[in-house]
Antibody, heavy 121, light 107 residues
């Protein structure tokens, strides 16, 4: 059974930093690209970042580019999101999601339960 | 960026009735369109990919159609467990973008 378990969320002041983790199990983690997707309270879904299987290719939403860094450790079956210079508008539940390589593009086939990040003084 | 627009924002339906949800893309995304279901306090769940292919374990009452810029998710006979928010998402190009969601509520 595919499992994705996020951790590391919490309350952080504006301008602060936080590192999220996602522990993967039930599949060959090193064979799948991965994503982070977030959801502000009461709002819709927003894709945040993508990392390839090797970690050599990354993409970011414009809203987080230059502030967030996605990375992975295939030996530890773990995905990370380093978030710096946090803003109030970064407040959201952050989900890690497995990327499925389909014809024409990639979609997210499995999602974790999410971890809440609150940016507030 | 491809903007995804869903309508209506809220759909009130009685159990056993049919629900039809729409999703429009600001530019053609071919058939690279996914639908997700999200219940309160839960993570999204993949329902449909490639516009019309049901994901593993998804009941046949869920069907998707469309290509290019116009897409539809149909729930043929709503069950109690189907009342939720539904999101469409294009994966034809980066950034991946989602629609704003349609909430299906009990009438």
């Amino acid at each position: 059974e595919v499992q994705l378990v996020e951790s590391g969320g919490g309350l952080v002041p504006p301008g602060g930093s936080l590192r999220l983790s996602c522990a993967a199990s039930g599949f060959t983690f090193r064979s799948y690209d991965m994503n982070w997707v977030r959801q502000a309270p009461g709002k819709g879904l927003e894709w945040v970042a993508f990392v390839s299987t090797s970690g050599s290719t990354t993409y970011y939403a414009d809203s987080v580019k230059g502030r967030f860094t996605i990375s992975r450790d295939n030996a530890e079956n773990s995905l990370y999101l380093q978030m710096n210079s946090l803003r109030a508008e970064d407040t959201a539940v952050y989900y890690c999601a497995r990327d499925y390589p389909a014809s024409g593009g990639d979609y997210c086939d499995y999602w974790g339960q999410g971890t809440l990040v609150t940016v507030s003084s | 960026e491809t903007v995804m627009t869903q309508s209506p924002a809220t759909l009130s339906v009685s159990p056993g009735e049919r629900a039809t949800l729409s999703c429009r893309a600001s530019q053609s995304v071919s058939n690279t369109l996914a639908w997700y279901q999200q219940k309160p306090g839960q993570a999204p769940r993949l329902l449909i990919h490639a516009a019309s292919t049901r994901a593993t374990g998804i009941p046949a009452r869920f069907s998707g159609s469309g290509s290019g810029t116009e897409f539809t998710l149909t729930i043929s006979s709503l069950q109690a467990e189907d009342f939720a928010v539904y999101y469409c998402q294009q994966y034809n190009n980066w950034p991946l973008t989602f629609g704003g969601g349609t909430k299906v509520e009990i009438k």
